[in-house]
Every structure is written in structure tokens, then in C-alpha cells.
């Protein structure tokens, strides 16, 4: 432990271009636990970061995750399970006592401590409070009477809030003469008698300034606060807007009860921004930790949804099977038309669940982005009509054929986008997450439309008569 | 100026729930700039943070861009410009003389004025670089020769870096002494003779410690280093797995160079996931700022290729064409069992691609995983099977029908599966990027063996015979 730092982290046991620990690493792991030493397990694991213990308990087998965290119990501190994927954490808790699990969750930030106890289902919940020190029980229990994912849930109300009226110097006394203070600290937020926020103070100006100036004058008075109750999607999109290290959280009266840091946010951008990718797929979360029961029920009942709308596609080209048994080559022809309005139809959706999910579609912006994608349906409609069109003429020798698929491409591409932009944006209006239940009726939309509007344009111009 | 804070940041300008810029306050400004009058426009915008005035550039119509610009010059500083969508303030900075632009650029931070400058053409950036001091010139030719997309680019040059022997107060007289320093900061780098990074300190930790004792007491020597040529991605991934602040950057020698802060990886979190979410619908950027013709040309070159697979499909279909003749059903049932198995490939892939970004998916559990999403689909496949066989079945009394359906279906989500998982952990293995190119080979795979499969099962069991 004397040698010098090594320049990159762990490197022995990470692989050195993307920090992800070796295959090798993890079968010495596994070949120990199989040998039952549980020496060699504790030394090969006791150098990792927490990070990366908690990167272990995740990768290794579902099978091993028990006698691993017996063989290293001691290595799995509260630092460790606050960065467990919350599934695997479960898991692991579930071992537990409710004395072990308050021990751990006393170690912990208020809003790591809440993460582990609001998973757990009423009765442990209740027997692990009942085992913790009355003032980290109450700090724990107002965070989870506020909503889940709201700004209370996540902030921690370790702060360092002083008066307008001290200076510089007083500043630095009382934070080296009070043991009980916060160590880890951002930003100093200045109060008023009322304990409201007038200013906040970052670090690197109070140790710029000479002791005798006053906050007052260092303070910035202009501060985004943050209302408990804010969802915490909505605390991530501030934290990025006005590129926020920390932030004081107020309550109804605008009194200041927490701060967020921005660590805990980055977690939130990456999940909010995840979640939207997998909803839109009908994924559910998404976890490749979730346990695998769940996971099929979610996919599932997402599959069903789109067989009922399959079926109501199917049942448009029922309505034509007279014309497709005289002239089978309309069957072939058509999955073409309403897969290419499915693929433009998502192209459009993926770009609108972005924009408004980020705050960059807004109700300014509507009626001037929905011109937009009909325009760009309209270019890629008329580019895909032509280029198929002239493709079905040239191969089957048969104009009529060609102008007929070439029309239909141009109409369900417009069909696309017009869907791909309204839908969102209704059912963003309606406060339903457009990332969940968009897919399904553009889909829908493209592949009526698609059918129909081929089959249709075929039989009334007499093509398959 | 005098009036106390409002706890809410700019109410009347902002929409309360979701902090975008109001539609009335937006035609406020319109109607102003209708009017030619500068003055009101300047008075409207005035009190708006610089992220906000930069909302409000990129929320307002393209034709009152210049004219709004012309209005509030001297608002528009750098703190607006670096929030600025980049084709935006492409669109502004065009309009600039070489040395407005270099004047802006040195009143940014370095990584931001590497961004404004990296994005104009070589002629452009030659003018603004002569423009420009010496010395800034030096840090932004530095920066712009590291990879795009490098810590290099993103990093800040203005570092605190002070010797291991110094005291803490010793380094708050010289914080305090030397007006050139970085004002902005959240810890201050220990470095070796050699300018080597050999610990951190956290501000928070200085501020409550005694003056007497030296850093080396305080400071953490497990500290994670950027090598300066890593990519942004990762660097991202860093700061969120070890829940970093800042971190030094080194150069290939160890020596630190600069250092990056989370703001500026917030924005890169944000947008690489939004980068998935596009490029697996084959939307680009998904900009909606980008010019028309540009996003035209992306999304068209994506249809195109699926066009093509579209076509391969239908060529499957064209096998069975004397089959469809003679028993037109297969045509209105065919498109459900090709559409289900999409729908369950885009699933998987949509969690596979998210777990390889996030480094959840690795070498250590990619057969586990293959295990778990083959077991997942084999239980949709029966289930969706059991479902559209027996109603098959029974609408059209057509037991055979119903069998034949069933296998098919229960056949294409063993392929969605497969494909949904070995698609895009192949390309991670090629190093091409998964979201970009997975989606057209998991769709060729599902409706090929979606067509193949029922059809084929048809004809082989006489169904159409």
C-alpha cells in the first residue's frame, strides 16, 4: 500500500478501454467461490472501488451473489449497495435482518438510505425504521411521505445554511469549530431569519476572498430553487439548463429543507433518458437485472396490445381477399408500403419523444415542427414512391402496378408523419407519457393505412378487377 | 432591482410546471420584432437567463432569429451562445465579423469556445484564431488538436494544481493572492515535482480543516484520471459510475493538463442517449434544429436501406405466390405473425443496445444474457402462439390454420430474440456502433422468418394445396 498511485484505476482487474472488470477477473472470482475459499475471494475483491463491487455483484452469476457477499461481508458497506442496481439490492437485502439493514442504512445519505427502504414492502420497512436511531428514523421517514421520484425523495438534508450578515471569515470558523456539520458540500446556502434562501455561495469564491468581506457581497442572489414536490425528471432537466452543481430544495412556505447535488441527478438523466428508449420499444424498464417472470409479463401484455392492433391491420386486407386470390402479386407487394410507413413513422416519433421530453418541443413550437415533419414526409414520401414505383414498372412490366404502390407509399408516408408528431403531442397534452403508448397507434395508423390504402387505390382503379 | 428574490426564477416569462418559455411570452416578443420595436423586444428579454434567452433563440420562428439577434446584442453573450443549439448558433455566428466572433470566444471558457470554433469551416476558424490573444489562441489550437469527441476538447486548462507539502492555509493565502486563477472550481489538484496528479481535495473538506495541517492529510489519493485522448462517452460513464464532480486530465505521460467538470458531461449523458434512442429508429441526430434538407438526406438514406430488406421480404412472400392465389386467408394472416416478431425484436434490442452503452452487457455475462432473452422469448412465443392459434381456430373453424399459425408464431420470437441480442452484441464486438445499423438486420431477420415460417409451414402441411 506504499507503492504509487497507479495512473489508471485497478488495472489489473479492469479492462483499461471501457472500466468494465475482465472476463478473467471474474472467473478467478467464480473459481474460488467454487473452491469454497473464501480468502482468496476477499483478496481478490478488497482492492475494487465500491463501484466496481457493486459492478461485480451484478455481472457474476444469480447463483454465486449469495456466497459472494458472505465471503466479503465486510467489503459491503453502504457506499457498495447505493450502487447496486435496485433488483440485485433487493435481492440482497433480502438476506438480511432488519437490524443489519438499519446498521447499513445508518452509514448511508438520507437519500441512498431512502432509495434502499422504499423498495422494501411495509412490514420490513417498518421493522427496519423501528431499529434505527429516532433522528436518522425521522430524516428518513418525512423523505418517503413526500411522492416517489419527487425532488424530497432525492435530496438530503445535510446543509450548510448560514445568515447574510457573517463573513468570510466567520464562515470558515464555524465550519472548522462544528464536528457535526456536513463534510461533503458544494455550495453554502445564505438564509434568511425565516430560513428562507436569499443567496448561495459557491466554494472556490469563499476561499478567493479575503475573511472581512461579507457573504452579502459574494453571494449570487439569482438561484433556481427547487420545490420539494418536483418531479425529479423535471430537477434533472434544471440541473442541466442552468448547469447547477447543487441546489436548494424549499418547501411550500419556500423555506430550505434539502439540497441536490448534481451526482444524484446524473443518475436520473441517464435513467429518464433510457426509460424513454425502452418504453417506446415496449421494453418496460428495461433491466437486465429485473427478475425474469416480470420481465416476460411486461413484454408480454406490450405484445398483446400490438396483436389486437395486428389483427385490426389483418382484417383491412380481409376485406380484399377477393382481389389479392385473382392477383396474388398485391399480397407480396404489400408489406412494403406499410413497413416503409412504419420505419417513417418511428423515425418521426423517436425525434418528437425526444424534443419533448428535453423541453424542446413545446406548445411555441408545435404548429411549426408538425409543417415541419410534413414536409420532410412529404420530400421522403415522393423520393420512395418514385424509387418503387418505377422499380415495380421495370421488374413486373405493369405501369399501372407501379403508379398504384408509388401513390400508396406517398400516402402512408404523409400518414407517418403525421401521426409519427400528433400522437405524442396529444397524449403529452392528455399528461400520458408519450413514450409508452405512442408506438402502438402510430403502427396501427401505418399499417392500415398502408393496406388500405395500396389494396384500396389497386381495386378502385380496376387493377385486380 | 431592489425587490427580494422571487422563489421561482422569471414566473412571468415561465411556464410554471415545466420551466419552458411561455407561448404568450413568446408572442409578445414576435408581435415587438412585427413592430420593429427594439426597444420593447430588449426590455422583454432582459430579465431572462442567458439559458433561457438561448430557449427563446431556438423556440422563435427562423425568420425573427436575425432580427431578434440585431435587438439584444450586447445580451448575447458567451453564457448564451455555449447553451445554444449548435445548428442555431451556426445560423447566428454567420452572421458575425471573424473578430466579433473571437471576441466572444474569449470571454468563454475554453471548452466552450472550442465548440463554438470547432463546428466553422477552416477558413473561418484561420480568421477568429488571428483575432484572437495570444495566449487563448495557443489553448484553443491545443484543445482543437485532440480527437473530436476527446477529453481533450472538452477539458478546462484552468486547473489549481499545488505541491503535496503545502498547508491548508498556506493555500487559501495563495487562492486569495493571485487574481489570475480560476474563479470556478470544486477541488484543487495535488501534484507531484513533476506535475503529476497525486490526490484531490475536495473544497468542502479544505474549508473545515485547521489551517495548519498540510494537505497531504486531507487530500484522497484514490482518484479516477482521464487520459486526455478518452473518448467523451466514456468519460461520461466515469464521472457516473464513480460519482465524480471534476476529475484531472493526463496527458500521456501523467501529467495533468486540465480537468473536467460534471456540467459539462450532463450535457454528454443527455445526449448520448438521446444518440441511441435516434439512430436505432434511423432518425441521425434527430435535431430538430437541423436544417430540412440535411435531416431529409439522413432519413431518406435510411429508408432506403430498409426498402431494401422490405423488398427481400417481399421476395420471401413472391416464393408463395401460387399458395396465396389458391387460399387468399395466408395473405391476411401472414402480416401478423412477420409484424408480432418485429415488435418482440425491438424489444430485446432496445434493452441489449441500452445495457452495452451503459457497460451493463459485458464479455462477463453475454451468454447469460443470450440464456435469459431466449428463455423470454420462448414464453412470449408460446404464449402468443396458444393465443392466435385458438382464436385463428375458432373464427375461421380452421384447426390446421390455427396450428400452423401457433408454430409459426412461436418459430419468429425464437428469431426475435436470437437476432435482438446477437445483432447488436456482434457489431459491439466489430466496434460499430449498435444502435446505428442493428435495427435493419433484427427487421430483415423477423419478417423473412416471419413470412418464411408461416407460409412455409402451410405448403409443407398442405394447408393451401
Known amino acids: 500500500m506504499v507503492a504509487a498511485p497507479d495512473p489508471v484505476r485497478n488495472s489489473q482487474e479492469l479492462d483499461e478501454e471501457d472500466n468494465t472488470l475482465r472476463p478473467s477477473f471474474l472467473r478467478k472470482v467464480t473459481e474460488a467461490l467454487d473452491a469454497e475459499d ?6 481478490l475483491v478488497e482492492p475494487l472501488h465500491p463501484a466496481d463491487i457493486a459492478d461485480l455483484i451484478e455481472l457474476i452469476g444469480h447463483e454465486y451473489r449469495a456466497p459472494l457477499a458472505r465471503a466479503i461481508t ?18 440482497l437485502v433480502d438476506e438480511l435482518e432488519p437490524d443489519e439493514v438499519a446498521d447499513l442504512a445508518e452509514q448511508m445519505e438520507t437519500d441512498d438510505a431512502v432509495a434502499l427502504i422504499e423498495d422494501l414492502d411495509e412490514e420490513d420497512q417498518a421493522a427496519v425504521l423501528a431499529e434505527m436511531e429516532p433522528e436518522d428514523r425521522a430524516a428518513i421517514e418525512s423523505a418517503l411521505s413526500y411522492p416517489e421520484e419527487s425532488a424530497g425523495r432525492l435530496m438530503s438534508r445535510d446543509v450548510i445554511a448560514v445568515p447574510e450578515h457573517l463573513t468570510v471569515g466567520a464562515l470558515i470558523d464555524y465550519l472548522r469549530s462544528d464536528d457535526e456539520l456536513a463534510t461533503e458540500f458544494w455550495e453554502v446556502f445564505v438564509v434568511d431569519v425565516k430560513h428562507r434562501p436569499v443567496g448561495t455561495c459557491q466554494l472556490s469564491w469563499i476561499l478567493r476572498t479575503p475573511r472581512e468581506v461579507a457573504l452579502a457581497d459574494v453571494m449570487k442572489r439569482d438561484q433556481t430553487l427547487i420545490p420539494v414536490t418536483m418531479d425529479q425528471e423535471e430537477v434533472a432537466l434544471r440541473f442541466q439548463k442552468y448547469a447547477l452543481i447543487s441546489a436548494a430544495v424549499v418547501d411550500g412556505s419556500g423555506r430550505l429543507v434539502g439540497q441536490i447535488t448534481v451526482d444524484d441527478v446524473v443518475h436520473i438523466i441517464q435513467e429518464e ?22 420481465t416476460v409479463r411486461t413484454r408480454l401484455s406490450w405484445l398483446v396490445v400490438n396483436l389486437g392492433t395486428a389483427i385490426i391491420a389483418a382484417s383491412v386486407v380481409g376485406l380484399f381477399q377477393g382481389a389479392i386470390a385473382r392477383f396474388a402479386l398485391l399480397a407480396v407487394l404489400m408489406p412494403i408500403v406499410s413497413g416503409m410507413g412504419g420505419n417513417a413513422g418511428t423515425q418521426t416519433l423517436a425525434v418528437v419523444v425526444r424534443a419533448i421530453a428535453t423541453n424542446q418541443l413545446t406548445s411555441s413550437n408545435t404548429v411549426r415542427m408538425i409543417l415541419r415533419e410534413l414536409r420532410i414526409a412529404l420530400a421522403n414520401g415522393l423520393s420512395l414512391g418514385v424509387l418503387i414505383g418505377v422499380g415495380t414498372t421495370l421488374i413486373f412490366g405493369n405501369p399501372h402496378l407501379g403508379a398504384v404502390i408509388a401513390a400508396a407509399m406517398v400516402i402512408n408516408n404523409l400518414v407517418a408523419g403525421l401521426a409519427g408528431i400528433l400522437v405524442p403531442v396529444t397524449l403529452d397534452r392528455l399528461r400520458v407519457d408519450p413514450a409508452v403508448s405512442s408506438a402502438v397507434f402510430v403502427t396501427m395508423a401505418t399499417d392500415v393505412m398502408g393496406f388500405f390504402s395500396f389494396l384500396g387505390l389497386a381495386v378502385i382503379t380496376g387493377l385486380a378487377a
Chains 1, 2 share one sequence.
Open 74 to 91: 465486510d467489503l459491503l458497506g453502504s457506499d457498495v449497495l447505493a450502487e447496486l442496481n435496485d433488483w440485485v439490492r433487493d435481492d
Open 273 to 294: 433518458a433510457s426509460e424513454d428508449i425502452l418504453r417506446l420499444s415496449g421494453a418496460g424498464d428495461g433491466d437486465i437485472n429485473e427478475p425474469i417472470a416480470l
Open 38 to 43: 473464501q480468502e482468496t475471494v476477499y483478496n
